[in-house]
């Protein structure tokens, strides 16, 4: 698959999610709703002509993100209302952080005709802060607490990972088609470098804002009255610790996510919760499966092993890290890793599990390894 056809299904993801909300409008008759080809492919075609528009203007800067994307889409559709319940409307409202499996959760609400975060983005059933509207809606933050909401967060650097092997696909094409599967010091150096480029919010005055505040509602609300400078960054690299200070709910992937019902600790550690699919089924539908994990990794080649990378990190590029996301690492219970001493990258390059790219293995295969779907919004 090319570059520019990976690069294509994140426009036709945010294209088919305003079109879906568009056809979910009370305005639209029971015709339109069984059979919305014809006004879905109006606002599908305006929509990715929108995206493209963007595209091309982003070639300019050599990628395209979800800002181009975000910014380029019209707002359409007011979602479901009436007596039918939606999210925010006798459904718990679900706040997507990003890379922390939130595409999963919308498809398997979706698949039952629940649409969630991704699936219901404009409006979303919450104010959004201004600061971060060049995100796409169902990234933005909320402005103050979420009544009946929940988030799910993640290890700080298992996210920080995840994102580089998905963006990469379509942000730097050639980047990850020369990465190679398991460890080797090429991936770590593309990697670090990926991370360091990313470490713009670490000294932004609205960041350490936050963080004096602690991440508190309150707190927050107050930095975005006196501070009007942005973060700097993409919705998938804001502290998880804005999104999740809304919610009423927050779980742990790691722990909490599961194909089979049951508890999990809370994420301050002190107490146990139902997991994510008790949840789920108790202020949902009884019937929700979490057997489909969306956007996996193709399951017979190993991934770029990341995590082996840290370790050898130049000492200031984890450092920053580690400060940039000090409060996900504090309110969420997960472990710092320590830099190394000395000056610069320390990564073992005498050792490299395979000699075949991605590219290579793609090539080979004939099928792509990181995936980008949809989730399933209609039922």
Not at 181 to 197: I, L, R
Not at 285 to 301: A, F, M, R, T
Not at 316 to 321: G, Q, T, V, Y
């Amino acid at each position: 698959m090319s570059s520019e056809r990976i690069a294509l299904l994140d426009v036709e993801r945010a294209a088919s999610a305003s079109a879906l909300d568009a056809d979910a409008d009370e305005g639209a008759s029971t015709r339109d709703r069984q059979h919305p080809s014809t006004s879905r492919r109006v606002v599908l075609a305006t929509l990715t002509t929108c995206a493209l528009l963007a595209a091309g203007s982003a070639a300019t800067r050599g990628r395209l993100d979800w800002s181009d994307i975000a910014s380029s889409l019209p707002s359409l559709g007011q979602g479901v209302t009436g007596g039918a319940k939606s999210e925010g409307n006798g459904y718990p409202i679900f706040l997507h952080i990003p890379k922390a499996g939130g595409t999963t959760i919308e498809n398997a609400l979706g698949k039952l005709g629940i649409r969630v975060g991704y699936c219901h983005p404009k409006p979303r059933p919450y104010a959004l802060v201004d600061r971060f509207r060049n995100y796409e809606a169902w990234h933005t933050p909320p402005v103050g607490a979420v009544e009946n909401s929940w988030a799910i967060v993640r290890d700080p650097y298992d996210r920080a990972q995840s994102e580089f092997r998905w963006a990469s696909t379509f942000s730097a094409p050639a980047v990850y088609h020369s990465l190679n599967p398991g460890y080797s010091a090429h991936n770590c150096e593309a990697f670090q470098s990926w991370v360091q480029n990313h470490m713009v919010a670490v000294d932004n005055p609205l960041r350490k804002c936050y963080a004096e505040g602690g991440y508190s509602v309150d707190g927050i609300k107050a930095c975005n009255a006196k501070i009007t400078t942005a973060l700097g960054v993409g919705s998938h690299w804001i502290p998880q610790s804005i999104m999740a200070a809304s919610a009423t709910t927050v779980f742990h992937m790691e722990d909490c996510m599961s194909s089979t019902p049951g508890t999990c600790k809370t994420v301050n550690g002190q107490g146990s919760q139902p997991n994510i699919l008790s949840y789920m089924r108790a202020n949902y539908k009884p019937n929700i499966s979490l057997d489909d994990l969306y956007n996996e990794w193709h399951h017979g080649v190993e991934k770029p092993d990341l995590g082996s990378c840290w370790s050898g990190f130049d000492p200031k590029i984890l450092a920053a890290f580690n400060e940039a996301y000090k409060s996900d690492f504090t309110n969420f219970g997960y472990q710092v890793k320590t830099p190394r001493q000395g000056e610069g990258s320390g990564f073992d390059a005498t050792r490299q599990d395979s000699t075949e790219t991605l590219g290579q293995v793609q090539q080979r295969l004939g099928h792509v390894l990181q995936e980008n779907m949809l989730p399933h919004c209609g039922g």
